[in-house]
């Protein structure tokens, strides 16, 4: 496991298929999947095809939604980073993190590490992001 960014308490690294049961797990409260327009992961299968068809191809870009881990015990507490939406050409911010994790800043933590990697690593000259009007704590972050 390569770990892609660090912050003072988080890494990132990139999602493994062995990830699978993390996204079943992350995605099973409606609150977590609420204004993201997909509802939960049916099963272990669905689970693996998201992340071979939607997460992996990411990865060639050198961005993609990246598993975000506690330093201090290595728990899995969610995800954050950058998709390319080849449509529009434009590299969108995302972020969604296990309830009991939120409301500690790091969501924040992580998305600020993320598009200081988008800027100075990658050079990006636009990262944009989406919210639902009423979804302020991502608007907030
Ligand atoms: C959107 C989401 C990631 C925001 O998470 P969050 O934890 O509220 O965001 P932050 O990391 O910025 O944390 C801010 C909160 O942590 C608190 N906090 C505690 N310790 C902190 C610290 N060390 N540093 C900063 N903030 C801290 C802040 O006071 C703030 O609390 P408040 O919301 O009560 O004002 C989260 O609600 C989520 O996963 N939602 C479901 C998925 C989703 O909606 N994704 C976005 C789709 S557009």
Redesign the pocket.
Known sequence: MTKLLETERLYLREFVIEDAQLLIDLNSNP??????GYGPVKDLEDAKRILKDIIFPQYKNKVGRWAVHLISNNEFI?WCGLKFIEENNEYDI????F?D?????????SAKAVLEYGENTLKLKNII????KE?T??I??
């Open positions: 609150k977590v999947t609420k204004h993201s969610g995302g972020y969604r993190f309830e994790h939120c409301g500690k800043g790091y969501a924040s933590e992001a989406r919210a639902a979804n704590a991502s907030n972050v």
